[in-house]
Structure formats: structure tokens, C-alpha cells
């Protein structure tokens, strides 16, 4: 079964083509980031109108780069969300146009079972069940994860994303947009005794989040910084500021996944989303699962942002165990808030 994959939920589009036999036969992958820079962040419209240009030489090129004919695709995936309701209804409406044309069915998938799937296509895989950070810009989740549509909420953030304190935090620092891997690649030189700043929730006797609270940390120290202005502050005091925030995210994160894992018996972490990149935590969940034994999986780096892959993957996924979940039905609907927890084995 070939499934093409359809990926718009926010500022990259996405495109690829799984087959269940073979594997990912391609993929393609254009980032809008440059285009938001320029405002410190994602435009939705321009995030919508890009789309819309993209999208047909990204299916034009996954096609040419794995020898497969339109009319080849057996079923089309699409996210359906959560994310922004333009960029949704944009890829919406092209898979199901491009589906109605070839008269195959279409399956829309939740963006985030995409990202927890997406450790399954490295070469060493994960088994069922597992424990999973869900850990991106708009979301941090802990996930009991004991097969496709069977998810059990654990834990999730009560304010601000990881992803989210990463970008705001960097712009506090004078940082550009995307400031996620700014404010890491600043920290690798940092002194991380120079500033402790607080670890939100670390102690909380549960798997929730907080981090809007260290974000705020973050600006008492650079307001009331001696250089008087983030513009006056010396290369190596943003480094050390960079340090101490990076230190507290990832130390939280690290904690509640061992603590997740402790209290479900479980042996397996999965990492999954635009944050599972970050180098600093990965290297912390590597000597936690190392002094823990326990095993700990990421994504392959090129998956771990937004991308069609998953989006193939997660949709091949659910049609394996339930093949008439496609329908010829080209009505559609997005839902730009999906609680994931509310998906269920089909």
C-alpha cells in the first residue's frame, strides 16, 4: 500500500510517499521560516498563501524521486490538526482535491500522532508500549503510548509550551527567530554556575508542566541585568543567561520522564517533536537512560520539525489495522484544537 502524505498544519509544508512494503519511498520539505523571520515569528496568512504555492512541486518532486505514478498512490493522508485553521484547510482541501481527481480515499491524521509515530521510521525502532514526550513549540505532553490510537494522557504543560519559553526567552535575549536552536547554540558557551534559575513544577508529584514562569525568570534577570538593556549586555553574560535557562528546561524535562517511566514500569522513552532536536536535552535523557537503563529513541533529525513523512507514515499506519478508515468522502472538516488523547484504535 503506497500512501502520500500531506503536512500544512503551521510554516512547513511537507509532502512524502510510504509504502508498507518498502518503506519511505521520498520526501520534501519546504520551511517557511526565513519568510516569518523578518516578524519575529508565524504570519498565518503568509503561512496559508505559502502553502498554496508550495504544495504542487513538492508532490511533482516526491513523485519524480521515487518513480511512482499519481495514479500508484493507493490512499492520501493529510493532517487535519490541531494547528493553524488556514494552513490546515490549505493542505485539507489539496489532498482531497488531488484524492476526488484520482478517485482514491483519503484519511485525515492528527499532526501530533505523526510526531509520536516518527520515531518508528529510524532504523532501530521502538516497541510498543512506550513512554513519550510530545515536546514542540505548541505542545509538551507525557504520553502512554501501547499502540497506534492507544494513548493515555499522563501529563501535559498548564501555560507555555518547552518550544514556546525556547522562542520567548530567545527573543528576550536579542536572539532571532526560530530562537529554539539560537538560544542552544548561545548556551553551549555558557558558565552553568552563573545563574540558577528555577525549575518550574520539578518537585509537583505529577507529570504536568509550567514554564511560563522560568520565561519570566529570564526577563527579571535581563531587566535587572547591570548593563541596563539586553543591547548592553556582553556576548558571554547572554551565554551564561542562555545556560541557566537551557539547564532548567531540560533538567524538568528529563526529571518527569524518568519519574513517568518509574511509575508505569515501563523501559522504553520516545522523544518526538521539533524540541526532541535539542542537543542539551538530548545528552541529559542519554545519561539518564544510561544510569536508569532504560532506552531512549529519537526521531532522525530531519523528522523531528513538521514534515510529510509522519503524516504518510501515521496514516499507513492506521489503514494497516483498519484498511476502510480511508473513504472516498472529499468533504472535509479541520480541527485546529485535537486533543490527542481523544483518538482511538479504529
Same mark, same amino acid.
Given at each position: 500500500m503506497i500512501v502520500l502524505g500531506v503536512e500544512s498544519s503551521c510554516d512547513e509544508t511537507g509532502l512524502a510517499l510510504y509504502d508498507t512494503e518498502r518503506g519511505l519511498l521520498s520526501h520534501a520539505l519546504y520551511s517557511q521560516v526565513a519568510m516569518h523571520e523578518e516578524y519575529g515569528g508565524v504570519v498565518p496568512e503568509l503561512a496559508s498563501r505559502d502553502h498554496i !504555492?508550495? $504544495?504542487i512541486p513538492l508532490l511533482q518532486q516526491v513523485l519524480e524521486q521515487s518513480g511512482v505514478a499519481k495514479h500508484d498512490v493507493d490512499a492520501i493522508a493529510y493532517t487535519q490538526g490541531p494547528g493553524l485553521a488556514g494552513a490546515l484547510l490549505v493542505g485539507s482541501s489539496i489532498a482531497c482535491s488531488l484524492a476526488l481527481a484520482l478517485d482514491k480515499p483519503v484519511l485525515g491524521v492528527h499532526h501530533l500522532e505523526g510526531h509520536l509515530l516518527s520515531p518508528l521510521l529510524a532504523s532501530k525502532p521502538p516497541e510498543f508500549p512506550f513512554i513519550? +514526550?510530545?515536546? #514542540?513549540? &505548541?505542545?509538551?505532553?507525557?504520553? !502512554?503510548? @501501547?499502540?497506534?490510537?492507544?494513548?493515555?494522557?499522563? &501529563?501535559?504543560? +498548564? @501555560? @507555555?509550551?518547552a518550544g514556546e519559553a525556547f522562542d520567548k526567552s530567545a527573543k528576550l535575549l536579542g536572539l532571532g527567530y526560530?530562537? &529554539? %536552536?539560537?538560544? #542552544? !547554540? +548561545? $548556551?553551549d558557551c555558557g558558565d552553568p554556575l552563573a545563574y540558577k534559575l528555577p525549575r518550574p513544577m520539578m518537585h509537583s508529584? @505529577?507529570?504536568n508542566f509550567s514554564f511560563s514562569g522560568l520565561k519570566t525568570a529570564v526577563l527579571t534577570v535581563v531587566k535587572n541585568h547591570p548593563a541596563q538593556g539586553v543591547a548592553n549586555i556582553c556576548e558571554q553574560d547572554k551565554a551564561n543567561i542562555a545556560r541557566g535557562f537551557v539547564d532548567a528546561i531540560v533538567e524538568v524535562l528529563t526529571a518527569k520522564c524518568v519519574s513517568a517511566l518509574k511509575h508505569t514500569g515501563l523501559k522504553r522513552l520516545v522523544i518526538a517533536g521539533g524540541v526532541g532536536a535539542n542537543a542539551q536535552l538530548r545528552a541529559a535523557l542519554n545519561a539518564a537512560a544510561a544510569k536508569k537503563r532504560f532506552q531512549v529513541f529519537y526521531p532522525e533529525l530531519e523528522f523531528c520539525t513538521d514534515n510529510g513523512a509522519m503524516i504518510a507514515f $501515521? &496514516?499507513?499506519? !492506521?489503514?494497516?489495522?483498519n484498511p476502510a478508515a480511508a473513504k472516498k468522502d472529499y468533504s472535509f472538516n479541520v480541527r485546529p484544537r485535537? %486533543?490527542?488523547d481523544e483518538l482511538k484504535v479504529i
Open positions: !504555492r508550495r $504544495a513519550a +514526550l510530545l515536546v #514542540s513549540g &505548541g505542545h509538551t505532553q507525557l504520553m !502512554r503510548v @501501547d499502540g497506534v490510537g492507544q494513548y493515555t494522557l499522563l &501529563g501535559e504543560t +498548564l @501555560d @507555555d509550551a526560530p530562537g &529554539g %536552536p539560537a538560544i #542552544s !547554540r +548561545l $548556551a508529584k @505529577d507529570f $501515521a &496514516g499507513a499506519m !492506521r489503514l494497516q489495522i485535537w %486533543p490527542l
